[in-house]
């Protein structure tokens, strides 16, 4: 299919999803609406970096990532207050529809500038469909959707273990997890998570990293409003008013892990100076009071946001250091998987720990004989807490404090295991031009059709700890001995310009 047609798909898909979203007659489609409309910005996000690895060098493509998330940041920051004004002045439904310009400004700006073509390794749509690992996806997806039906069940609604609904989401999560690898391992043409990857150290410490950095990340954004709203009183605009340091946080420091890495070439040392940040952070979120200032407040959440920014740039950085070139596309989604599923079980995991202790501290507090039935309200609106007669609020609020805690607890042990398992993740140099096969030839496989998940034939296999690289660095006028500029997706002549006319290239890529 190539870069620019997978990613003007996913824009299609999230488009669909969008204004599905805002015709939304029930909740149940406004259910799918939501997942189809997620697919498809999980696709736009992951392609468009592995487009910004073709077209920039190791060096510089940190810095153009950064600057991609500066406008990532500002869209996060800005989308919530745009929607709650639109949501307020013409209805929720127009939040979703107002996006469609956007997504056609997207589709339009691809067309025209997304000039450089990389060949698909199927001839025809139908080919395509062939070679997309569906098993692997779907089982996936069931795996992931039934542990969180689970935790759901059993935490959310305090079923008791032995009810259905409670025992088989958890061993239909099991079975198809289980599926899932054998699929990948047996079935997958190109699988979702790449078997060769998981054989190598870094691949598997990065994305094990991606996972638990995700995790503290999205338990924190769900939960440090919640901690305003319900323990500091304030109302839900305020409350969520102040996630918007962690956004622009993020972004300045993904912007400033880019400009190190374009000015040094390197990503270790700030891994491990700014890596530490993130846990700073959350230590000092475990330590907010009631009566805590604004200053520790931002202090803690900006802290966590840019080191959580450096530490995603430098791992991804460090990722791509250690792949071939035709691997880049595969190790991107490689790392995504990761996060993805970090995303996922941050909300679940987080949210299955705190409805679990805010019920047992409830119970310790509210023992009136109407109990049962405050605890639950209580339980499942955070609303209700500011209404409460004073007794009960003293305690729901204290309740809250004690559970959102352990949240802060769980975030600040995940960012800490994450660093303690970066710091094997060796130093490599960005200067040095990609590999490519012994013969000389660039990302031979993507110009024969090779499968990306597997070397091509007569390609030399590296180790990831290898410092050498088969072809040696290529200097450019105007930067004699200076580092060497990544060609696009082995399809660039040295000079710079598109080499379409190549033996080597497909007839897709002759436009």
Same mark, same amino acid.
């Given at each position: 299919?190539?870069?620019?047609?997978?990613?003007?798909l996913?824009?299609?898909?999230?488009?669909?999803?969008?204004?599905?979203?805002?015709?939304?007659?029930n909740?149940?489609?406004?259910?799918?609406?939501?997942?189809?409309?997620?697919?498809?910005?999980?696709?736009?996000?992951?392609?468009?970096?592995?487009?910004?690895?073709d077209?920039?060098?190791?060096?510089?493509?940190?810095?153009?990532?950064?600057v991609?998330?500066?406008?990532?940041?500002l869209?996060?920051?800005?989308?919530?207050?745009?929607?709650g004004?639109?949501?307020?002045?013409?209805?929720?439904?127009?939040?979703?529809?107002?996006?469609?310009p956007?997504?056609?400004?997207?589709?339009?700006?691809?067309?025209?500038?997304?000039?450089?073509?990389?060949?698909?390794?199927?001839?025809?749509?139908?080919?395509?469909?062939?070679?997309?690992?569906?098993?692997g996806?779907?089982?996936?997806?069931?795996?992931?959707?039934?542990?969180?039906?689970?935790?759901?069940?059993?935490?959310?609604?305090?079923?008791?273990?032995n009810?259905?609904?409670?025992?088989?989401?958890?061993?239909?999560?099991?079975? &198809?997890?289980?599926a899932? =690898? %054998?699929?990948e391992? !047996?079935? $997958?043409?190109e699988?979702? #998570?790449?078997?060769? /990857?998981?054989?190598?150290?870094?691949?598997?410490?990065?994305?094990?990293?991606?996972?638990?950095?995700?995790?503290?990340?999205?338990?924190v954004?769900?939960?440090?409003?919640?901690?305003?709203?319900t323990?500091?009183?304030?109302?839900?605009?305020?409350?969520?008013?102040?996630?918007?340091?962690?956004?622009?946080?993020?972004?300045?420091?993904?912007?400033?892990?880019?400009?190190?890495?374009?000015?040094?070439?390197?990503?270790?040392?700030?891994?491990?100076?700014?890596?530490?940040?993130?846990?700073?952070?959350?230590v000092?979120?475990?330590?907010?009071?009631?009566?805590?200032?604004?200053?520790q407040?931002?202090?803690?959440i900006?802290?966590?946001? &840019?080191?959580?920014?450096? =530490? %995603?740039?430098?791992? !991804?950085? $460090?990722?791509?250091?250690h #792949?071939?070139?035709? /691997?880049?596309?595969?190790?991107?989604?490689?790392?995504?998987?990761?996060?993805?599923?970090?995303?996922?079980?941050?909300?679940?995991?987080?949210?299955?720990l705190?409805q679990?202790?805010?019920?047992?501290e409830?119970?310790?507090?509210?023992?009136?004989?109407?109990?049962?039935?405050?605890?639950?309200?209580?339980?499942?609106?955070?609303?209700?807490?500011?209404?409460?007669?004073?007794?009960?609020?003293?305690?729901?609020?204290?309740?809250?404090?004690?559970a959102?805690?352990?949240?802060?607890?769980l975030?600040?042990?995940?960012?800490?295991?994450?660093?303690?398992?970066?710091l094997?993740?060796?130093?490599?140099?960005?200067d040095?031009?990609?590999?490519?096969?012994?013969?000389?030839a660039?990302?031979?496989?993507?110009?024969?059709?090779q499968?990306?998940?597997?070397?091509?034939?007569?390609?030399?296999?590296?180790?990831?700890?290898?410092?050498?690289?088969?072809?040696?660095?290529?200097?450019?006028?105007?930067?004699?001995?200076?580092?060497?500029?990544?060609?696009?997706?082995?399809?660039?002549?040295i000079e710079?310009?598109?080499?379409?006319?190549s033996?080597t290239?497909?007839?897709?890529?002759?436009?």
């Amino acid at each position: 299919m190539g870069r620019r047609g997978a990613n003007q798909l996913a824009v299609i898909v999230a488009a669909l999803g969008t204004i599905a979203c805002g015709l939304s007659r029930n909740m149940e489609m406004l259910v799918v609406a939501r997942f189809l409309s997620g697919m498809g910005g999980g696709g736009i996000f992951t392609t468009c970096t592995i487009i910004t690895s073709d077209m920039y060098s190791l060096r510089s493509r940190g810095l153009a990532q950064g600057v991609s998330n500066l406008f990532n940041g500002l869209g996060m920051g800005l989308g919530g207050p745009i929607g709650g004004l639109v949501s307020d002045r013409f209805g929720w439904r127009w939040a979703f529809i107002m996006q469609m310009p956007l997504f056609a400004l997207s589709l339009i700006l691809t067309t025209y500038n997304l000039r450089y073509v990389t060949p698909g390794k199927g001839k025809s749509a139908m080919e395509v469909l062939k070679r997309i690992d569906w098993g692997g996806s779907f089982t996936l997806l069931v795996a992931v959707g039934s542990f969180l039906v689970f935790l759901s069940m059993k935490y959310n609604e305090d079923l008791p273990w032995n009810e259905p609904w409670v025992v088989v989401p958890l061993a239909l999560a099991g079975a &198809f997890f289980v599926a899932f =690898v %054998l699929v990948e391992l !047996l079935v $997958a043409p190109e699988p979702v #998570l790449a078997p060769l /990857l998981l054989r190598q150290k870094v691949p598997v410490l990065v994305g094990t990293s991606n996972f638990l950095v995700a995790l503290c990340n999205f338990s924190v954004m769900y939960f440090f409003p919640m901690w305003f709203q319900t323990v500091a009183l304030t109302n839900a605009s305020i409350a969520g008013l102040h996630l918007l340091p962690n956004s622009m946080s993020m972004s300045i420091g993904s912007l400033f892990a880019g400009w190190v890495m374009h000015r040094t070439g390197k990503y270790k040392l700030i891994n491990l100076i700014f890596g530490f940040f993130p846990f700073i952070g959350i230590v000092l979120i475990t330590f907010m009071q009631e009566t805590s200032g604004p200053y520790q407040m931002w202090l803690s959440i900006i802290t966590l946001g &840019f080191g959580n920014a450096v =530490v %995603l740039q430098t791992m !991804l950085i $460090a990722l791509l250091a250690h #792949l071939p070139e035709n /691997l880049m596309a595969v190790g991107t989604g490689f790392g995504q998987v990761f996060r993805g599923i970090g995303q996922v079980s941050g909300v679940a995991v987080s949210s299955a720990l705190f409805q679990s202790k805010l019920d047992s501290e409830l119970r310790k507090r509210i023992l009136t004989p109407d109990a049962p039935e405050i605890i639950n309200k209580i339980r499942h609106s955070a609303k209700l807490v500011a209404t409460l007669p004073p007794d009960l609020q003293r305690a729901a609020r204290d309740s809250y404090a004690v559970a959102l805690h352990a949240v802060f607890v769980l975030a600040a042990c995940s960012t800490f295991l994450a660093f303690v398992i970066r710091l094997p993740v060796p130093e490599k140099t960005l200067d040095k031009s990609p590999r490519k096969e012994a013969n000389g030839a660039p990302d031979a496989a993507q110009a024969e059709g090779q499968p990306s998940g597997s070397p091509a034939e007569g390609q030399a296999v590296h180790s990831e700890d290898e410092e050498e690289d088969v072809s040696p660095n290529v200097s450019h006028a105007g930067r004699v001995g200076g580092p060497s500029r990544r060609r696009l997706s082995g399809f660039e002549s040295i000079e710079g310009t598109l080499d379409l006319e190549s033996d080597t290239v497909g007839a897709s890529a002759r436009r």
